[in-house]
C-alpha cells in the first residue's frame, strides 16, 4: 500500500491546489559553463542583436560588470551610435521644463514658483506673505484705482491668476494632508 497516497482535495473543489498538476516542469539552465542554477536573467548576446544569454543572477551580475557597449567599435561608429541614442531619448530632456523648478525644496511645481515671482517671494513663502503681496499690488493696480490705465489693468490680471494658481495649490495640499 506504498503506492496509496492521500489527496489534498478532501472531496470539496476549493481546498484542492489550484493547476496543481504533476507534469514536469521546462527550466532552461543558465549559459554559463557548469553552473546548473536556473537561468532566469537575460543578456544581449551582442549590440543590436536579439539572441539573448540566459544566467542565473550570480553570472548576470558578473556580464554586466564586463558589458563595454561600445567595445569593437572605432570613434566615429562610436559617436554615432551615441548620437543615435541620445536623439532615441531626446524627448524625454525636451520635457524637463514641465518638472518641478530648480530653487526651493522641490514641493511647488513651475506654475507655483512663476506665480512667486510675480510677487517676489521666495520658494518657502507662507500663505500669509502671499496674501500679503497680493493686497499690495492690488490696491496699487486695481482698476477702481487707475480707471483707464490698461497697464494696471493687465498687472491686476496678472497678480490675481497668481494668486489664484497659489491658492488652489495650498487647497490641495491641505486637503491632501
Not at 543558465?30 to 544569454?53: I, L, Q, V, Y
Request: charged share 35%; with cysteine.
Amino acid at each position: 500500500m506504498a503506492g496509496n497516497r492521500r489527496k489534498d482535495n478532501w472531496g470539496f473543489p476549493r481546498w484542492g491546489s489550484y493547476e496543481g498538476g504533476r507534469e514536469a516542469q521546462t527550466v532552461k539552465l543558465c549559459d554559463r559553463h557548469n553552473c546548473n542554477e536556473a537561468g532566469t536573467c537575460p543578456a544581449p548576446k551582442s549590440p543590436n542583436n536579439p539572441d539573448r544569454w540566459l544566467f542565473c543572477e550570480k553570472h548576470a551580475a558578473e556580464y554586466n560588470r564586463g558589458w563595454d557597449y561600445f567595445e569593437g567599435l572605432d570613434k566615429e561608429e562610436a559617436a554615432a551610435r551615441e548620437a543615435q541614442e541620445k536623439s532615441d531619448y531626446s524627448g524625454y530632456k525636451e520635457t524637463a521644463h514641465y518638472g518641478w523648478m530648480g530653487s526651493g525644496d522641490g514641493s511647488r511645481s513651475r506654475d507655483e514658483m512663476t506665480a512667486l515671482d510675480f510677487f517676489d517671494l521666495d520658494s518657502d513663502a507662507s500663505m500669509e506673505d502671499i496674501k500679503l503681496a497680493w493686497r499690495k499690488i492690488a490696491k496699487e493696480t486695481h482698476p477702481d484705482v487707475n480707471p483707464g490705465n490698461e497697464e494696471a489693468a493687465t498687472k491686476f490680471q496678472q497678480g490675481q491668476a497668481a494668486f489664484d494658481v497659489l491658492k488652489m495649490a495650498e487647497e490641495q495640499r491641505i486637503w491632501k494632508g
